[in-house]
């Protein structure tokens, strides 16, 4: 049973800095791709980064050059390196895992992330 736990989130200033981490249990790591998305209230979920079994990322379309996602398969982790924040990103933010060739998404509980001054 996949389980992922994030970790991370909480409030922070405008141009301030996070870094989520979200650990994965009960499937093997290194053969998912691993993503984070986030839902402000009242808007839809959207990608922020997702990163491929073989490292390359992508990042969604609203999200500026200023996140960074990467990963530790030996540690079943992945990261979202998020600087220079904005009152618009914040939202709660969800790992996600999907296994290499499906579309069989799980998901993480969520952690928020408030950018406030």
């Known amino acids: 049973q996949v389980q992922l736990v994030e970790r991370g989130g909480g409030l922070v200033q405008p141009g301030g800095s996070l870094k989520l981490s979200c650990v994965g249990s009960?499937?093997?790591?290194?053969?998912?791709?691993m993503g984070w998305y986030r839902q402000a209230p009242g808007k839809k979920r959207e990608l922020v980064a997702r990163i491929f079994v073989n490292g390359i990322t992508n990042y969604g379309e609203n999200v500026g050059d200023h996140f960074a996602i990467s990963r530790d398969n030996v540690k079943n982790t992945v990261y979202l390196q998020m600087d220079s924040l904005t009152p618009e990103d914040s939202a709660i933010y969800y790992c996600?895992?999907?296994?290499?060739?499906?579309?069989?998404?799980?998901w993480g509980q969520g952690t928020q992330v408030i950018v406030s001054s």
């Open positions: 009960g499937f093997i790591f290194e053969n998912y791709v």
């Open positions: 996600n895992a999907r296994p290499r060739g499906s579309i069989d998404d799980s």
